[in-house]
């Protein structure tokens, strides 16, 4: 076997963290299987930390990278990993094993995985620190700091266990925000596959039909153009549903005369996408329902105009926060002056949540949104969501004609020298643009 065209990235990325970590053990563990029920398993995902710097998709495997080793400080990449087992393929399917796997991922040692409390004391010794994964998991917790601990006892035999122990998510993290070429033509093709949902969800709305059956035509189309599965469940929501965030029982009637918001995107090769479109299920926006409507996407135009190398992450949210403000004074739904409504926040009513996230191989994906107490500045590579919204509950200073109307519209963006390049572009989110395409059902 040779190596795989598509790990070098991987390769690349590995010889990074070494290069940060200096002289030090870096353990990455990829996620555990878990059980659905009785002897079912959950659909297996590996952990994104470990597939960014790896590439490898199998359970049962740990990355270990021993930076700054010797004289060349040339770093060792080994690999624990799952034995070749015949028995086991024919009723789970292909494992590489350890020798397969050290040739075609680029690894310098690959061992069983069943090896791994029995090699690990053995590359702690003499390390001046060790970086693991750490919080997320009591038993693996304990289970680094055996290691530690059995290093400790040898001390009387002259070798030295590590002084430090430290979080290696922080240096992952920032690895992880800004995406490299590769990163970002997965994400491309991820977007493609979810605008073409989002679109064959349009063209099946019709009032009498459900909300799953919509579900099921995104599902369809992100696993025909081999989307692997969501990037999250999806959000099917009409009318009053809408308004609620994160709605996901997807079992209601469609309506005439009500709105239907979709949040869903696929993942494709790890990597998530997340387009949120809200249109009407009769194919034709209501006076109300126009006007909230343009309203969220003037703010989200704003929103978009702030994503740019050198602004913070917070200046799209509050361009957005701006724009929503003035028109729920505009369409009567709150009152007093602008600045009051900015600094009372009292357009939360309607808007509660922040204006995006980071988006990668997680939906919400790693990295600060603030350091040293400040917003984090944009540069180019990173990706993030642009979602205002405005969600329009029944109460006593709401008129009656905007009850029940919940609006989201969202894109991907990614950072670029000149701007911003919306990645979900091509999915129709003006008011003419949707009802062509509906009317074209």
């Not at 970590?21 to 995902?45: L, Q």
């Not at 710097?53 to 770093?75: H, M, Q, R």
Request: net charge negative.
């Amino acid at each position: 076997m040779t190596l795989a065209p598509h790990i070098a990235p991987h390769l690349r990325r590995r010889a990074r963290l070494a290069q940060q970590i200096g002289k030090g053990v870096a353990i990455v563990p990829t996620a555990p299987e878990r059980t659905r029920n009785r002897d079912a398993h959950y659909p297996y995902r590996y952990d994104s930390y470990f597939y960014h710097l790896t590439g490898f998709t199998e359970p049962e495997a740990v990355l270990v990278i021993v930076a700054g080793a010797g004289l060349d400080s040339k770093p060792r990449n080994l690999l624990f990993c799952r034995e070749k087992n015949e028995e086991r393929e024919i009723w789970d399917g292909f494992r590489h094993g350890p020798a397969a796997a050290r040739t075609v991922f680029g690894f310098d040692e690959t061992y069983a995985f069943t090896e791994l409390d029995k090699v690990m004391p053995d590359l702690l010794t003499d390390q001046p620190a060790v970086y693991a994964h750490l919080g997320g998991d009591a038993a693996w917790d304990a289970r680094v700091l055996g290691w530690v601990n059995e290093v400790r006892n040898r001390v009387r035999t002259g070798v030295a266990a590590p002084r430090d122990i430290a979080d290696i998510h922080t240096l992952l993290d920032d690895l992880r925000l800004v995406k490299d070429a590769d990163e970002l033509d997965t994400m491309r093709r991820a977007a493609k596959i979810s605008t073409g949902a989002h679109i064959r969800a349009m063209q099946a709305a019709r009032s009498g039909g459900t909300e799953f059956q919509i579900e099921a035509e995104l599902l369809h189309e992100f696993r025909r153009h081999g989307a692997q599965s969501p990037a999250y469940t999806s959000i099917v929501a009409s009318g009053a549903n809408a308004c609620v965030l994160h709605y996901v029982a997807n079992d209601a009637l469609l309506k005439d005369g009500d709105l239907l918001l979709i949040d869903a995107g696929c993942e494709l090769d790890g990597y998530a996408s997340d387009i949120t479109r809200t249109f009407p299920v009769n194919g034709k926006f209501s006076g109300p329902q126009k006007a909230v409507y343009e309203l969220v996407l003037a703010a989200q135009a704003a929103a978009i105009r702030e994503v740019k190398p050198g602004n913070t992450w917070n200046q799209p949210h509050d361009a957005a926060v701006k724009v929503l403000a003035q028109g729920m004074l505009d369409l009567k739904l709150l009152s007093g002056s602008l600045d009051e409504v900015l600094e009372k926040e009292t357009y939360r009513q309607f808007y509660m949540h922040r204006t995006g996230h980071w988006l990668g191989l997680d939906v919400h994906d790693a990295g600060d949104y603030k350091r040293d107490g400040q917003w984090r500045k944009l540069e180019p590579g990173m990706v993030l969501t642009v979602e205002p919204g405005c969600y329009i509950r029944p109460a006593p200073n709401v008129p009656a004609a905007f009850e029940n109307i919940g609006v989201r519209i969202e894109d991907d963006a990614v950072v670029t020298e000149a701007g911003c390049e919306i990645l979900t572009a091509a999915a129709p989110k003006s008011v003419a643009d949707i009802e062509a395409l509906m009317a074209s059902r």
